[in-house]
């Protein structure tokens, strides 16, 4: 199955940004295939390097970036990062801005868009 994933919190907020990582991973070890993850909302947070994690933590954009590392395309809304002064020089690797455009079309390409978050 082809999924398409929608990450909508931040990732301290809330459990969705650990579900969707999950959900990713597990889904991938099944054999299914990701075609992307978008990060809207607060959930643009996500992709920071910023963040400055305490070693006995959990780093979730870490995890998302090994994600990306296999393959997926971790995609930013640009105007949700605008926003919360997110832009290319603080995007921790992996993932990449872009419009609401690359949503649709990772919504169209797969079976099943999941949705994480509010």
Not at 83 to 89: E, K, T
């Amino acid at each position: 199955m082809k999924f398409a994933v929608l990450v909508q919190e931040g990732p301290y907020h809330h459990q969705s940004s650990d579900s969707a990582y999950q959900f990713v991973t597990a889904a991938m070890d099944k054999g299914h295939e990701i075609i992307g993850v978008f990060f809207y909302h607060d959930g643009v947070i996500n992709s920071s390097k910023l963040a400055d994690i305490q070693a006995d933590d959990r780093n979730i954009t870490k995890r998302w970036s090994e994600v990306g590392e296999k393959g997926v395309d971790l995609v930013v809304c640009i105007a949700a990062a605008k926003r919360r002064g997110i832009n290319d020089d603080v995007l921790a690797p992996g993932f990449r801005i872009s419009g609401l455009g690359q949503l649709t079309e990772m919504a169209i390409k797969s079976d099943r868009l999941v949705t994480f978050g509010a």
